[in-house]
């Protein structure tokens, strides 16, 4: 169980797979599903004909709150630049135990333009005017983020295809492989929810 959900959590925040292959994040909504052949509208209108293979590992994404963070807490968070340096929090993922370590650092992200993911162990927490200020330590270094008050919070465990059903809110990782896009993570909301990285 913690090899499944630290590899699948690597490859979702794209610090896995073949190089020659960059991993291709989209973010949508489920519009059928006949497997191998999953179609997705990504959150741009373009729909999206991939394949889901049998083994690909698949995750539930469930709501938490900003209590679940802690100092200690192994947290993954999106966040865009401030001026005066800290990092803004655009939604955090708690990860789950089993989890730690997993993807850890500071990199690129797409969520928007010049957004960050870093992955880090909560190291100290301050609340504030403007919410939490997060001192956030990994291997190579240390970020503070600011998270404000309403930021999405989520976690997540391991999930199944049967999760995969029409109006699923999902974060797909997919590679290029053969003229097609094979999905190599698939992580899917509950009860509506949009993943939020």
């Given at each position: 169980?913690?090899?499944?959900?630290?590899?699948?959590?690597?490859?979702?925040?794209?610090?896995?797979?073949?190089?020659?292959?960059?991993?291709?994040?989209?973010?949508?909504?489920?519009?059928?599903?006949?497997?191998?052949?999953?179609?997705?509208?990504?959150?741009?209108?373009?729909?999206?004909?991939?394949?889901?293979?049998?083994?690909?590992?698949?995750?539930?994404?469930?709501?938490?709150?900003?209590?679940?963070?802690?100092?200690?807490?192994?947290?993954?968070?999106?966040?865009?630049?401030?001026?005066?340096?800290?990092?803004?929090?655009?939604?955090?993922?708690?990860?789950?135990?089993?989890?730690?370590?997993?993807?850890?650092?500071?990199?690129?992200?797409?969520?928007?333009?010049?957004?960050?993911?870093?992955?880090?162990?909560?190291?100290?927490?301050?609340?504030?005017?403007?919410?939490?200020?997060?001192?956030?330590r990994y291997k190579d270094g240390e970020k503070k983020v600011v998270v404000p008050d309403g930021v999405p919070?989520?976690?997540?465990?391991?999930?199944?295809?049967?999760?995969?059903?029409?109006?699923?809110?999902?974060?797909?990782?997919?590679?290029?492989?053969?003229?097609?896009?094979?999905?190599?993570?698939?992580?899917?909301?509950?009860?509506?929810?949009?993943?939020?990285?």
């Amino acid at each position: 169980m913690k090899r499944y959900l630290i590899l699948l959590l690597a490859i979702a925040c794209g610090v896995a797979g073949a190089q020659n292959n960059p991993p291709v994040r989209l973010r949508g909504t489920v519009e059928s599903f006949a497997s191998p052949s999953l179609v997705i509208k990504e959150r741009s209108g373009k729909v999206f004909v991939l394949t889901l293979p049998e083994t690909t590992g698949i995750a539930e994404v469930i709501r938490s709150d900003i209590t679940a963070v802690q100092p200690g807490s192994f947290i993954g968070t999106a966040a865009l630049p401030r001026a005066d340096g800290r990092l803004e929090s655009l939604e955090v993922v708690v990860f789950p135990e089993a989890a730690r370590g997993a993807g850890e650092g500071h990199f690129p992200w797409d969520l928007k333009p010049e957004s960050s993911m870093t992955n880090a162990t909560v190291a100290d927490l301050a609340r504030s005017s403007e919410g939490r200020t997060l001192t956030l330590r990994y291997k190579d270094g240390e970020k503070k983020v600011v998270v404000p008050d309403g930021v999405p919070v989520v976690t997540m465990r391991p999930g199944d295809r049967s999760l995969v059903t029409p109006g699923a809110k999902v974060f797909i990782v997919a590679e290029p492989e053969d003229g097609q896009l094979v999905v190599r993570r698939l992580l899917i909301g509950r009860n509506g929810l949009q993943p939020p990285m």
